[in-house]
């Protein structure tokens, strides 16, 4: 396990935290562990990740809504997601292989 996620886990075992589940991406030359959990946003639990590894940089990773990209809304659905990016530095917006809405910070 990478230094990063080592402190992460003993801060969720110290705070009491179980709402986490963890992943080791074995293999991985990053040592990448993912931190799985829900959070809840107007009554819907949305997925919700922590990417953490050996890099200086750790990400949150969002799933806003899956299938959500249709041939009936692409183009206004790009030009919100543009706005938002655009609006939102810190916050990125952008669509999968499979159509859903992430949002990474």
């Known amino acids: 396990m990478n230094k990063k996620a080592e402190a992460f886990q003993a801060y969720l075992e110290k705070a009491g935290i179980e709402a986490f589940e963890m ?4 293999d991985d030359e990053l040592h990448t562990i993912i931190f799985r959990t829900f959070i809840e946003a ?25 299938k959500v990209l249709k041939e009936t809304n692409e183009k206004a659905l790009y030009q919100l997601i543009n706005e938002y990016n655009r609006m ?14 992430l949002l990474d910070v």
Do not use: N, Q
Request: charge should be negative; hydrophobic fraction near 40%; aromatic fraction near 12%.
């Open 23 to 26: 992943e080791d991406m074995h």
């Open 42 to 66: 107007e009554g819907a639990k949305l997925p919700m990740i922590f990417v953490l590894d050996d890099t200086i940089y750790g990400s949150i990773r969002v799933l806003v809504a899956p």
């Open 88 to 101: 939102y530095k810190s916050f990125k917006y952008c669509i999968d292989e499979e159509g859903a809405l």
